[in-house]
Every structure is written in C-alpha cells, then in structure tokens.
C-alpha cells in the first residue's frame, strides 16, 4: 500500500510539473531541468548572465545528463561520481574543464538537497589543476587586431546609435554594479560587457586582458 501511494504521488507530481513518464521528478535529469527554470529565472531578474546560463546549458546537454540523466540523484554516491571522473578523464580536457562538470554536477545535487529528495550531497573526488596558461598577445598583435576591425567595422553616427552604441548610451555606465569574469585575473564592468555584447567585440576584451597582463599594471 506504501508504495502504491508513493508511486502515484510520483506519477502526480510528474505530470504537475510536464515530466515525461519514463523521467523521473527525482532523477538527475528531472532535478537539472527543475532547477535550470530556476537559474533562467535569475537570467531574467539581471542576478546571472545569459552567457553563463547558456554554458551551463550545453554542457548539461553535452556530458551530464547522457551519463547521468536517468539514474535518481539518492543513488548517486562517491563511486558514482569518481566513475564519471574516469569517463571525463579519457577525453582531452583540460583539468579546468573537467573541474567545470564535477561542479555543476555538484550543482545539482546541492539543488536536490534542498528539494529533501537527499540528505546530503555526497563526497567529490579531487581534481588538481594544472595551469595551462595560453600566450599573450604582443602590442603589435593587439594592434594589428584593432586595425583589422576598424576595417570591417566602418558605422556612422547614425549606426552607432542604432547599435546602442552612441556616446548617449555608453555615458549610462559611470561605475559598476556587477562584475564580470572573463579570465583568471580579469573582470569587465556593466560598461565594458555591455560594449563587447552589443559591438560584438570580446575578441577585443580579450585583447586588451592579454596586454594588461603582459604590462602589469602596477602604474
């Protein structure tokens, strides 16, 4: 009788929320998808910006939820966890990347928890990383960059304004109130991400990162 009530409070609560039946609302999947409305949801209150939200995206789609996905997040223990270790271990990732997928499969555990659904988030396996920094771009690099994009890139007043980029619009961000991390060791401001995503020209904060760090900037 115990599971007979506990099977249909199942069915009800999948159907409620638009699961699949052979998905269940305590699987890993069931848990990514619930808690994914809710990080959307802070995309659209401004606390969490679409780029992250995007990654965590793919990469949910990409790795977590083909290994993951059917099993129920109670079963999923230390073993569990270090065997999708040893799976990511074999493809050519860096130890970065790899530290990125234990931490939204963490993510969503933590989620679960606070759904009851387990009592506590299980122990990770460790992940040394190891700090593979790419070359830096030289100044004549940086600008011979600039100057192929000023090429591609000639816009009137008149475009510029359409683009939201006039100096009307950019004199809005004196100051910041969010921080944006790009690299290890660099952030941009709401200013300086809202020129990249509207100008299209990350390329360019990257640049001017790599320079920054190839000068220091302790002037």
């Not at 409070?9 to 619930?34: L, P, Q, W």
């Not at 990347?97 to 931490?103: D, H, M, S, V």
Request: hydrophobic letters at 35%; aromatic letters at 12%; proline letters at 1%.
């Amino acid at each position: 009788m115990e599971f007979a009530k506990t099977f249909y409070d199942t069915i009800t609560y999948n159907a409620r929320h638009g699961f699949a039946a052979t998905m269940s609302a305590s699987s890993v999947e069931g848990c990514m998808k619930e808690m994914l409305k809710a990080e959307k949801a802070k995309v659209s209150r401004g606390e969490l910006s679409k780029i992250s939200y995007d990654n965590s995206v793919y990469r949910y789609n990409k790795s977590i939820t083909p290994y993951f996905g059917r099993m129920e997040v109670r079963d999923i223990n230390y073993m569990a966890v270090d065997g999708y270790l040893n799976e990511l271990s074999k493809k050519d990732l860096s130890s970065s990347t790899i530290t990125a997928y234990l931490g939204l499969t963490r993510k969503v555990l933590s989620y679960a928890a606070k759904r009851n659904l387990i009592t506590a988030v299980p122990e990770f396996p460790s992940v040394r990383l190891v700090d593979k920094a790419r070359g830096w771009f030289t100044w004549h690099e940086y600008r011979r960059l600039q100057v192929q994009q000023h090429r591609q890139h000639m816009h009137t007043d008149h475009d510029l304004q359409a683009l939201g980029l006039d100096h009307a619009s950019l004199a809005q961000f004196t100051g910041s109130e969010k921080y944006y991390r790009i690299s290890r060791r660099h952030l941009l401001t709401d200013g300086t991400k809202y020129l990249a995503e509207k100008a299209g020209c990350f390329w360019m904060m990257d640049a001017i990162a790599s320079h920054l760090s190839e000068i220091g900037t302790a002037d």
